[in-house]
């Protein structure tokens, strides 16, 4: 394991100013909560792998699994291996008998449109949509490939392919060309659905002419290809062979009844590319049976939801954060789920409070990127709006200052709604450290101790536990349901990529770097790996840095996150190379190609040298220090300490 990123820095920044505060659950909400009894932790620590029941449980199952987990060989586990059961008959068919005409889905496009899908219709369209898939061609373990926007059409295509056993592999819509490609023949995927554009902001956007370009790049021949028509007159594409209008599909199909497969618990229910420790992103492969069941769970007990609730979770659904807890989660407890297609502050900034208010949502989970975007914002405009529906507020993806904590609390959950920070990574595939909400008091700034039922430790480089306020390393020392089955690469790069072997058994490596106090609470200190997330979208730095190094007359980049979740690349190039001329707009057009316009640097720092030990390795660390203006140690060690105060200079000065 590298152990060379951790660091006492930003456990001192947690501690610093912050007399640890302690908030107790509310008895408001403990009184009603989903997760009520704390002998929960007893219980899983006692009944080991068997608690888990509780939340397969909360499925219905084809066929009745009888073993809860097949741990005979490690690190591939099985969970409830010989149940069969399909994630879209547990997401819909079975709301039917309680709730056909509660609301499934309510979806806010960015031009003001809405629509709403009861579970009734929901189940309509996702059937005529699986059989129009089957007419294509799509059989069971057929991989499809979704690159849309947040419009309903994605959730509804997730589960026409889990109704009929055709894994799906989502590409974020942000992505370009080049990166669908790779995941297109990554997953050998055979099928897309995509759609003509959608708006950003005022302009319609062409995501028709990028699947296009990536059909051209990729190795793979597409079958067919599924448009969905989001822009309607705004644009006009041409469709060619093997392509297919989306509405002319379902339409056709219309009324038809496909029987949800049963699939055995262990089979794919879909593959998520993300970024890893080397340069191509991985494809992380997650389990119907194991992954529905630890969704479905926290979703429960974690985020409280129920059947009559009104939930928001605000990611895209083309991470896992909107897998789990915008679709999976909410439609398998039978909760009313609201989809938004805009930014926060489109058309104002006032978008999110609007949208709560308007439909009484009363759990949000949302990211401290966000959150930060509101508090600077202001809280004039959560206060211009009525959010007293509010019941729970949750936030994921990186850590949250116990300033931005206390600000979601006073002004969005009005001072009284529990939040609960929740750890979990695409590869733990759900939540796996947080509080309670109605059981465990919260650590402003602290994501909380693990759930029940996770074995997460925080130990040094020999894998022993670390004491209490020491910096160490994240791990998961026993199974758990939601946790990826494998790797798309295989199972040696599986093995590799996240598994230790100890004395005491296999240890899964988080990539985080934590800390743990006196009562077992998890403070996260940030990745130790070459992961960094900025904005929610997480990236290998040697995927982008690769990219960077692509234009002609640049030598070397190193690219780190800044506090407001910016990119920011440091350059250096040939000595001829003058980088004031194009070479920023072309460090920028290169990545957006490579990756997105989600990967386009922030900010461009040309530098003569970047910062290296002596063993030749680039100090990111420091540089993100310097990005962050924060304060670093000795850098006297380095091979070249002269260069350390001229990027700080050109940093500053910029
Ligand atoms: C980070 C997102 C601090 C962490 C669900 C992890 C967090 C990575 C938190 C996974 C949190 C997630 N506090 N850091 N509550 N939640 N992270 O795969 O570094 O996009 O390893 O999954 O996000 O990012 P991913």
Redesign the pocket.
């Known amino acids: 394991m590298d152990y060379a990123g951790v660091d006492g820095r930003r456990t001192d920044e947690a501690a610093a100013g912050d007399d640890e505060e302690v908030v107790e659950p509310p008895a408001a909400f403990s009184d009603r909560a989903v997760a009520s009894d704390p002998e929960l932790y007893a219980a899983f620590a006692e009944e080991g792998p068997e608690a888990w029941r509780r939340a397969a449980d909360l499925l219905e199952w084809e066929r009745p699994y009888e073993t809860v987990l097949d741990d005979s060989d490690p690190p591939f586990y099985e969970w409830f291996p010989d149940g069969r059961l399909n994630a879209a008959a547990n997401c819909v068919d079975r709301h039917l008998d309680e709730r056909r005409n509660q609301l499934a889905i309510r979806w806010f496009g960015k031009r003001g449109e809405r629509r709403s899908y009861t579970y009734l219709d929901l189940h309509r369209e996702v059937n005529a949509l699986a059989a129009g898939l089957r007419e294509l061609g799509v059989e069971e373990d057929d991989v499809v490939t979704l690159y849309l926007p947040m419009i309903p059409e994605l959730p509804i295509a997730m589960l026409a392919c889990a109704r009929i056993g055709a894994p799906h592999n989502v590409v974020f819509a942000g992505l370009s060309a080049e990166a669908l490609a790779t995941r297109i023949d990554a997953a050998d995927s055979e099928y897309l659905v995509t759609c003509d554009g959608y708006y950003r902001r005022e302009d319609a956007f062409n995501q028709k002419s990028k699947a296009d370009n990536a059909r051209l790049r990729a190795d793979a021949d597409l079958s067919a290809t599924v448009v969905v028509d989001r822009l309607g007159d705004a644009l006009d594409v041409t469709l060619g062979d093997g392509e297919h209008e989306y509405e002319a599909l379902v339409d056709a199909h219309d009324g038809e009844a496909v029987e949800p497969v049963a699939r055995d618990a262990t089979d794919l229910l879909f593959v998520m590319y ?1 970024s890893g420790t080397t340069g191509r992103p991985k494809g992380v492969e997650h389990a119907t049976g194991g992954y529905l069941s630890h969704v479905a769970w926290t979703t429960r007990n974690v985020l409280d939801v129920r059947p009559d609730d009104t939930y928001w979770c605000a990611a895209d659904i083309g ?3 909107g897998h789990s807890y915008g679709v999976y989660g909410p439609l398998s407890v039978g909760t009313t789920t609201l989809l938004y297609e805009g930014s926060p502050d489109y058309p104002d900034r006032d978008r999110v409070w609007d949208l709560i208010e308007r439909n009484a949502v009363s759990v949000f989970y949302t990211s401290p990127t966000a959150i930060r975007s509101f508090m600077k914002w202001g809280a004039e405009y959560p206060e211009a709006h009525d959010l007293s529906s509010i019941r729970l507020l949750g ?5 949250i200052t116990p300033k931005a904590w206390r600000w979601y609390r006073e002004h969005v959950g009005g001072g009284e709604a529990p939040i609960v ?6 590869e733990t595939g759900a939540i796996s450290l947080a509080t309670l909400p109605g059981v465990t008091p919260m650590k402003p700034g602290k ?1 909380g101790p693990p759930l029940p039922g996770i074995d997460a430790r925080v130990v040094d480089e020999d894998g022993e536990p670390v004491d209490p306020g020491e910096p160490g390393y994240l791990t998961i020392a026993a199974p758990w349901p939601g946790m990826l089955r494998g790797l798309r690469e295989g199972d040696e790069r599986y093995r590799r990529e996240y598994w230790l072997e100890g004395e005491d058994g296999w240890r899964y490596r ?3 770097g934590a800390t743990v106090d006196e009562d077992g609470y998890v403070t ?1 200190l ?2 130790v790996d070459d992961v960094i ?1 900025v904005r929610t979208h ?1 990236f290998n730095t040697a995927e982008l840095e690769s990219a960077i190094v692509g234009c002609d007359g640049v030598t070397e980049a190193a690219v780190v996150g800044d506090d407001d979740g910016r990119i920011v690349a440091y350059v250096t190039t040939r000595g001829d190379v003058d980088p004031d001329g194009s070479l920023r707009e072309e460090i920028g057009e290169r990545l957006a190609r490579a990756v997105g316009d989600v990967a386009r640097p922030d900010r461009i720092v040309f530098t003569p040298d970047l910062p290296k030990t002596r063993s030749g390795k680039i100090m990111r660390r420091l540089l993100e220090d310097i990005a962050r203006g924060d304060e670093f140690g000795d850098v006297s060690a380095l091979r070249n300490p002269e260069v350390v105060g001229e990027i700080e200079s050109t940093v500053r000065s910029e």
Do not use: H, L, P, Y
């Open positions: 993300t991470w896992i954060t936030t994921v993806g990186e850590s920070d929740t750890w979990w990574q695409t994501v988080t990539g985080d996260i940030g990745r997330n997480r």
